[in-house]
Nanobody, 125 residues
Framework: VQLQASGGGLVQPGGSLRLSCEAS????????IGWFRQAPGKEREGVSCISASDGITHNADSVKGRFTISRDNAKNMVYLEMYSLKPEDTAVYYCATEHTAQCMDVSGVLGYRYRGQGTQVTVSS
């Protein structure tokens, strides 16, 4: 299983970015997938996840109303739309998946076995 995250970059506060994650070696139709992030000197944080069977999503309180996760099973892709970005969103963002259909809680993403290499998001003026 390989996950390839992309779309990070430098953006000003209030700006937006769209992260993409392409999966190979696994058919995402059947599995939950999500994003977590890690900022320098901080604990990893589950950001968002989406279940396979019903498409239900969960988001961390820190990003609710600003981030949206979506999936395109036909392309085996998952996306993270990020709006109203803040300096505290600066981190390396990773996509992750596991052989489970449901994402019950966003913190569960931290335990997912399969992870991508990460993409850097920097929010700064």
């Amino acid at each position: 299983v390989q996950l390839q995250a992309s779309g990070g970059g430098l953006v000003q506060p209030g700006g937006s970015l769209r992260l993409s994650c392409e999966a190979s070696g696994i058919t995402l139709d059947y599995y939950a997938i999500g994003w977590f992030r890690q900022a320098p000197g901080k604990e990893r944080e589950g950001v968002s996840c989406i279940s396979a069977s019903d498409g239900i999503t969960h988001n961390a309180d820190s990003v609710k109303g600003r981030f949206t996760i979506s999936r395109d099973n036909a392309k085996n892709m998952v996306y993270l739309e990020m709006y109203s970005l803040k300096p505290e969103d600066t981190a390396v963002y990773y996509c992750a998946t596991e052989h489970t259909a449901q994402c019950m809680d966003v913190s569960g993403v931290l335990g997912y076995r399969y992870r991508g290499q990460g993409t850097q998001v920097t929010v700064s003026s």
